[in-house]
């Protein structure tokens, strides 16, 4: 592992937990509450914080692992939101659909999910471009 990933890797982490603080535990909350037989009780949650936070690290990881593997000589602006784009409809998308078939989720509420997270990626693909807005003009 080179420097520039372990620093975007810390970066995206941070970025990704707070923008997940932000679309769950602020933009959502209210809506969350009222779905107590679906999820733990906010007291119970906190004991497993531990695995949140594992899970943004995987997370951020892999999400700047793929962007470099793939980054190409183009603008890197573009090239940061078609990523998170892509990432969106891989993973965010599909999986609050297969939510709402499977768990008695309010379809509102995963039309928030979608649109608020699927900002996120976006904003968390233009995040990981910037930082290496260098290493796809040096590909030119």
Request: proline share 4%.
């Given at each position: 592992?080179?420097?520039?990933?372990?620093?975007?890797?810390?970066?995206?982490?941070?970025?990704?937990?707070?923008?997940?603080?932000?679309?769950?535990?602020?933009?959502?909350h209210s809506d969350y509450l009222q779905l107590?037989?679906?999820?733990?009780?906010?007291?119970?949650?906190?004991?497993?914080?531990?695995?949140?936070?594992?899970?943004?690290?995987?997370?951020?990881?892999?999400?700047?692992?793929?962007?470099?593997?793939?980054?190409?000589?183009?603008?890197?602006?573009?090239?940061?939101?078609?990523?998170?784009?892509?990432?969106?409809?891989?993973?965010?998308?599909?999986?609050?659909?297969?939510?709402?078939?499977?768990?008695?989720?309010?379809?509102?509420?995963?039309?928030?999910?979608i649109i608020f997270d699927g900002i996120l990626?976006?904003?968390?693909?233009?995040?990981?471009?910037?930082?290496?807005?260098?290493?796809?003009?040096?590909?030119?």
């Open positions: 592992m080179n420097k520039n990933l372990i620093i975007a890797w810390i970066v995206l982490f941070f970025a990704w937990f707070i923008g997940s603080f932000v679309v769950h535990g602020v933009l959502l107590t037989s679906l999820f733990r009780a906010e007291q119970d949650q906190q004991k497993y914080f531990p695995l949140m936070i594992l899970a943004h690290l995987i997370l951020s990881g892999a999400f700047v692992w793929i962007y470099v593997r793939g980054v190409e000589a183009k603008p890197w602006l573009a090239q940061g939101v078609r990523f998170g784009v892509a990432v969106a409809l891989l993973t965010i998308v599909p999986t609050y659909i297969i939510y709402f078939v499977v768990q008695p989720m309010p379809g509102g509420l995963v039309i928030k999910q990626m976006v904003i968390l693909g233009a995040i990981v471009a910037w930082m290496y807005r260098d290493t796809a003009a040096a590909k030119v």
